[in-house]
């Protein structure tokens, strides 16, 4: 068609065609015809030019070729940069609704994700961006909250010391919270490279709260608050095995009240409640730091003292009647007393098993009420078992 309208006199322009050579080649050509004229200005034919353009189409086939491949590498880029910027979205809405504050920290220590409930912990501002800032800082900001900041500081240095997880540990912060805390290294794809720390912090007040109410109510006596039979024979096994072990003596004062029935039977049991609370301040104020006192019933009481003697063991029974024998009450108008029978077993003068040690002081104990009331007596055959 082109020829056509040249041989008809129009002008040429440069047009690239594809040519089958005779060896079954081809090649790319420019060609460029101009028509030839006479005076009359009749056309006489065309004359053409012919151009190999072959290396300069094989050149712009490669750069259409790279062209298109990095526009498909850019366009998976953009492809894979979106599913990623959307799977981050996704983690970050995920790490804000769970409990747990978690913190990410890379290699150089800086902080590069922390969620909402880290920063409701540690007291920092919801919306307060913590990317880029070193693990050190975080540390520094949050220490007037942790009730022992020296022994959270070594902590610290020995879990970066080594690239092993952590075990759970729990913080004590000054505001009475507990939080547990645990870490572990984040593996690269790279074996034995470490693309930083993952830290878990929780909230276990809550938690711990109520496991020491249910060891509270398991182990103490809900009216005084002292610790209840049940562990009064677990001590009392636990304080001979170690008596035995470093060849020392335990005591065991066992004591119940003279005039605690009339209080109760005269003036009702919220009275005689009123005296058996007043007799546990009473008494655990002359109670040794070592020595541990309970209530194992009614108005029967004990005290466990380790490390003792006969002279140290009588000296805490005077001290122990002096001081509930001390105690005045009023009720309807009326004044009350009360005083003790107290008898005394010690671990392994006159028993060699928790048991048998009960059984001394107990017989002791009636002794003392038998002698007359608001009296001591320490344990001897003649008393039985």
């Excluded at 190999?52 to 498909?72: F, G, M, N």
């Excluded at 920063?119 to 949050?142: C, F, H, Q, Y």
């Amino acid at each position: 068609t082109r020829a056509q309208e040249a041989l008809a006199g129009a002008s040429g322009e440069n047009f690239e065609v594809r040519l089958l050579r005779r060896d079954g080649g081809v090649v790319w050509v420019s060609l460029n015809w101009q028509p030839i004229y006479d005076e009359a200005g009749v056309c006489l034919g065309v004359r053409v030019s012919a151009d190999d353009i072959q290396s300069r189409k094989e050149a712009e086939l490669k750069l259409l070729d790279t062209v298109t491949a990095l526009r498909r590498e850019q366009g998976l880029r953009d492809y894979y940069l979106t599913r990623s910027e959307e799977e981050r979205s996704r983690l970050e809405a995920l790490l804000d609704l769970i409990k747990l504050g978690v913190l990410f920290v890379d290699r150089d220590g800086r902080a590069q994700h922390a969620n909402r409930m880290l920063k409701l912990i540690w007291g920092m501002a919801l919306d307060e961006n913590l990317s880029g800032m070193r693990d050190s800082v975080l540390i520094e900001r949050t220490a007037a909250l942790r009730a022992d900041e020296d022994g959270y500081r070594e902590r610290m240095t020995q879990i970066l010391a080594t690239r092993l997880p952590t075990e759970p540990m729990d913080i004590l912060l000054r505001d009475g919270r507990i939080i547990r805390e645990q870490s572990a290294l984040v593996p690269s794809a790279t074996p034995g490279r470490f693309l930083g720390r993952v830290w878990i912090y929780e909230d276990v007040t809550a938690e711990r709260r109520a496991a020491e109410a249910l060891v509270q109510m398991a182990e103490r006596d809900p009216l005084t608050n002292l610790y209840n039979r049940r562990r009064f024979h677990e001590e009392l096994e636990r304080m001979i095995a170690d008596a035995s072990r470093r060849h020392t003596q335990l005591g065991l004062l066992l004591f119940d009240l003279d005039g605690f029935k009339p209080v109760n039977d005269r003036h009702g049991h919220q009275a005689g409640d009123q005296v058996l609370m007043k007799l546990a301040r009473e008494v655990g104020a002359v109670v040794r730091r070592n020595e541990i006192f309970f209530r194992l019933g009614g108005d029967e009481f004990g005290v466990l003292a380790p490390d003792t003697d006969e002279q140290a063991i009588t000296g805490l029974a005077r001290r122990i009647g002096k001081r509930v024998s001390g105690m005045n009450f009023e009720f309807d108008g009326e004044r009350a007393y009360v005083t003790v029978s107290t008898g005394i077993g010690i671990y392994p003068v006159h028993a060699s098993t928790g048991e048998a040690l009960l059984g001394a002081a107990d017989a002791a104990m009636y002794a003392a009420k038998n002698d007359g009331k608001n009296a001591f007596r320490m344990y001897q055959r003649r008393h039985g078992t």
